[in-house]
Every structure is written in C-alpha cells, then in structure tokens.
C-alpha cells in the first residue's frame, strides 16, 4: 500500500527548516546579543518563534494532506456506488467469489435470488449457506473448474424455479479473477436470463412446423380435389341415371355423401393452409356475436352458463362473414367438448387495442400461436372464447392447432377444426392467442386487424343454387393435364348441351385455337400443368389477340388469387358448380343465351 506523500513532503521540510534555523540563528542571536542576559532572552525568543513558525508549517501540511485524503475517500466513494449501480442495474445476476467458494459480493438481482436484500449480506457466505444448497455440489465442480486453471470460461444452461411456480431458464458464465501477477485468486459469475429467447425460439420452432405442414397439406389437397371432382360429379351423373329407392341408387347417394364430406375435410386442410375461397367485406363483430348468440344458447342449453360480453361500438373488420360464424361455433364446440360436466362459456369482445407496436420493436405477447413474423402494426379487434375446463398441459397446447390432431376419443372429433381456425385468421391478417393450465379453463382469442378504408368488392359471388341447372349450345375448349378430370367434365358439360374440346396442355390447346376450328366460346384451363401452365396460357392468346373468354379452374385457391381479372371455378367442383360456373362466365363475357 502507498503512503501518502503530504506527510513526507511535511517531515522533509521541517528537516530543512530546523537545519537551516539552527544554523544561522544562533550567528545571528551572538551577533546582537550584548551581553549574557540579552543572550538568553533572545534564544528564549528564537525558540518560540522556532516552535510556532514550525507549529504554523506542519499544521498547514497536515491539514492538506487531511485534504487530500478526503478526496481520495471521496473518489472511492463514488466510485463505488457507480460500480454498485452498474452492477445493480445490468440485467444479469452477477457474482464473485475467493478461491475456497466464499462469496465475495455480488449484485442486488443475485443477493435477492438467495434471499438477501442487500448485497453486502451475501459476503462470507457459502453455497451450502443458499436456497440451493441441494446443489451445491454441481456449483461446486463447476466452480473447481475455474479455479484449477482447466477451463477460462465456461457457459452452460440451468433451469430454476419462479416463485409464481413457473421456470425461469439461464445462462451461466464463469471467468476466473487473477492478481496482477497472473494469479487466480476466485471467480466472476454472471446469469442471464433468456426464457424470453427459449420461448421466442419454441414460438418459432412451432410456426415453421406448421407452415411446413400447410405447404404439404396444400399439395396433398391440390392432388385429392381433382380426385374429389372426378367421383363427385361422376356419382351425381349416375344419381340423375338411377332410381333413389332402387339399390344402386342409394348406394349412389352413400357415395356422394361420402364425397361431400370429404370435400368439407379439404376444405378445413385449405383453411389450415390459408387457400380458403373468402368473400371480404366490412364485418362488424358485435352484430356477428348477437346473430349467433340465440342459436349458441340452444346448442349449451342445460349444463352450461353462457355469457356475452359485446357491449359498446367497435369498428369493422375485414373479414367474411360466414367464415367468422365458422370460427366462433367451432371454439364454443370445442369449449363445450372440454366440460363433459358443464361449466361456463363466456364470449368477449376487446379493443379495438394496439397490443403491442411492432414498429416500436415491441416483443409481441408469448401466447401468440404459430407467430414466425410479426403481424402488420395497427389496431386490433378480439373475439374471445374463455371457458372453464379442464385445460391443457403444454404438450398438448404446443400442438393443439396442426391437422388431425383431436384429445377426444375416436369418432367425437377429426382434429381439424381448431386447424382451420389458426389458418383462416392468418388469411385474414390476423392471429389467434391461446392461454391455458392444466385445470384451468382455456381462452382463444381471434384477432382482426381494423378495417382501414373501404373494403374491397367481393372477389367472388356464390352461386344460387335455386332452380334447375342451365344447359348452353357453346363449345368449351377444357384444359387439363389429368385424363379422367378432362373426361368428367366433358360428360357433365355434354349432358348440358355444350360441344367440348379437350386438350392435355396449353400447347396443345394453343394450337387448336390457332387452327380456329371449330369455334371457341370459352376456354377453361387447369391453372398448374407440366410445360405450358394455364397463366402461360392466357398470356400466349393475349399476344396473339385472341378474345376468346378464359376462366381458370385450379385446387390452388390462393394461386387464383393472385389473377383477380380472371373468372376461376375452383375445385373441387361438383357437377352443379361446374355447370353454373361455366354459364356465369359465358353470360358475363356477353355469349349468346342458351
């Protein structure tokens, strides 16, 4: 430790002084003293003034030296409690200790972690001394680690308790602390907290996962419409054929109606892989809630208490409306199918809210599902469904939204419901929440960003299905690579008095109607085929000046979107949708009447 220089410097200088007064003083005093007694006196007096000039001096030079001491104090003071602050304020737990694994300091989220309000509590401390001293030994080896030289750093993952009894994951580093002659004298730890990042990472994780499963959903969906559209249109020719009560008949009718639930199944997997056919228009949620709320309180009647909380105006939404009563009958089933014993069903509005400002960089909440980019910032209207069943334990929740997967027995549910949710709300630009425990209800929550401006015509119109089915004297040039999807459509379209072309490609079709005979009314082309597509298609008649009318029949729904000048009869199609499409289309591009 350094000595203070004041105090030399005063010893230095009283040195000097005493010597230099010594040595000319007394000349000085023989010289004018006169005789023995004036002698005396005035080396009395020079002895005085010896010891107060000196008492003046050293008075001065301890006082500065006290000084200086004071603002050394001073600086370490304040240097300490900029340390302490840093050290409070840095997130991570941070501590260190000697070499035998006693605590030398630590910060205050550390000292608070092991019980102590003040970090200074913590000094002298053991880990057998902390709440975990069960595993005193594992921080021990780790600790020896450090210690013995063998390791600079180390980094490894703990999972501790919270004490709500949830888990809070860390990062633990070590570093050892060396003298300045290279020495280990303990060690500096530091605990970072990353739950937030753990569950981004799962959030994530679990969003690829189903974005993987709705890419191979909409293939497989794709293939199994123009399966669909074959036996369905096919079994509604032979049903027109055949007596109802005969026994072919009604073997028929089982086949359509096994077809026509199928058809729904393919529909839900499009709804999962946000291929859904949707009618937007401004929809507004609280008039939706109060046109379902009487039939909802039917379906619950008994067991259950049902509540509607849709007071006060909200703003509308973009949305289709029947997809919306969709969603929100499919959450109440699911609701009531988790309390066989009854329970209580509430439907909530809430907003319109921001949530969070993704411009501001703010994390959205954790609860969020299957979230792998942040949805657009603005304001959001929520429909919720809370219940009080019986939950979900994490497991089942991280999977509760991919296709086929169902907790209820065999036969009571196909798993495709709440799918279909999670991917119509992603269509809409929304998002769909889930909070739930085991034991402790569950609440979905489907998010609708605001409508801002005027909502977009319909892109489609439904079809009436009043009436019998029109007939036409047109001829229709039909495009598709698939032989028995072209033969069903030529018979159906037959049936109802067109002439039908048909072409396995858009090559060939191209080069029959550049043959120009017979004449085409109406093109109506597979939108996905090997060599030329159906976009190629039309592009090749639009160079070439051809105006004959095109329409585009495709499995990829939200590939049809992207063309919204162009008519579309999406598949699968039944024959009555195949037979009406065609003649809404040819009427609509001004072809003669039928």
């Known amino acids: 430790m350094k000595l203070s220089r004041a105090p030399l410097i005063a010893a230095l200088v009283y040195a000097v002084v005493g010597v230099l007064w010594i040595t000319f003083s007394d000349a000085a005093v023989v010289s004018v003293a006169r005789d023995a007694d004036a002698l005396i006196q005035l080396q009395r007096w020079k002895g005085w003034l010896y010891v107060a000039a000196t008492s003046v001096l050293v008075y001065g030079l301890v006082a500065a030296s006290l000084r200086s001491e004071h603002r050394l104090a001073r600086r370490l003071r304040l240097a300490e409690e900029r340390l302490r602050l840093v050290l409070d304020t840095i997130p991570s737990r941070v501590l260190w200790k000697d070499r035998a ?170 709804g999962f892989s946000r291929e859904s056919d949707l009618t937007l228009a401004a929809v507004d949620l609280r008039g939706v809630v109060r046109n379902v709320a009487p039939m909802l309180s039917r379906l619950l009647a008994g067991r259950f208490r049902f509540d509607v909380e849709a007071g006060g105006d909200v703003p509308p939404v ?114 769909v929440t889930l909070q739930t425990a085991e034991g402790e209800g569950a609440t979905f929550g489907l998010w609708f960003p605001v409508l801002v401006g005027e909502a977009p015509a319909a892109a489609r119109q439904r079809p009436s299905t009043a009436g019998s089915l ?52 109406l093109v109506l082309t597979d939108y996905v085929m090997p060599g030329m597509d159906g976009i190629a298609l039309v592009d090749a008649m639009h160079a070439e000046g051809m105006g004959i009318p095109v329409a585009l029949t495709s499995g990829f729904a939200g590939l049809v979107e992207q063309h919204p000048g162009l008519p579309a009869i999406p598949k699968p199609w039944t024959m009555e949708e195949l037979v009406r499409g065609v003649r809404r289309i040819l009427d609509g591009a001004g072809a003669p009447p039928a």
């Open 318 to 431: 973009l949305a289709d409306i029947d997809v919306v009563e969709q969603m929100l009958l499919n959450l109440i089933t699911n609701a009531r199918d988790a309390m066989p014993d009854g329970g209580e069903i509430r439907i909530r509005l809430v907003g319109p809210t921001s949530l969070w400002d993704a411009e501001r960089g703010d994390a959205p909440p954790m609860h969020v599902i299957g979230l792998d980019t942040p949805p657009a910032p603005g304001r959001y209207i929520g429909l919720e469904v809370e219940d009080t069943g019986h939950g979900m334990a994490p497991e089942v929740a991280e999977r509760i939204f991919e296709p086929f997967y169902t907790t209820k027995p065999t036969g009571q549910g196909t798993g495709l419901g709440l799918s279909m949710v999670y991917g119509l709300m992603r269509q809409l630009g929304g998002f």
């Open 101 to 270: 694994g006693r605590y030398l300091g630590g910060n205050r989220r550390f000292a608070e972690d092991a019980g102590y309000q003040d970090p200074d509590d913590l000094v002298g401390r053991t880990d057998e001394e902390m709440p975990w001293a069960h595993d005193a030994s594992r921080v021990r080896e780790s600790d020896e680690a450090i210690l013995s030289g063998r390791a600079e750093r180390l980094d490894y993952e703990i999972v501790l308790p919270t004490r709500d009894g949830g888990q809070r994951h860390e990062v633990v580093t070590k570093v050892p602390l060396r003298s300045p002659d290279g020495e280990i004298t303990g060690l500096l730890a530091s605990y970072e907290d990353i739950t937030g990042r753990k569950l981004a990472e799962r959030q994530l994780r679990h969003a690829q996962k189903l974005r993987a499963i709705g890419e191979l959903t909409s293939g497989v969906t794709h293939d199994f419409k123009n399966v669909l559209s074959v036996i369905i249109a096919n079994a509604e020719l032979l049903e027109r054929a055949l007596e109802a009560d005969t026994e072919e008949g009604r073997t028929v009718a089982d086949i359509l109606s096994a077809s026509r639930s199928a058809a729904g199944m393919v529909r839900k997997l499009l």
């Open 470 to 521: 029109p007939r036409g004297v047109e001829t229709v040039l039909l495009v598709d690579d698939q032989e028995d999807l072209r033969r069903t459509g030529s018979r159906v379209l037959r049936r109802f008095g067109y002439t039908v072309l048909e072409a396995a490609d858009g090559a060939e079709a191209l080069a029959m109607l550049r043959r120009g005979s017979p004449r085409v009314d």
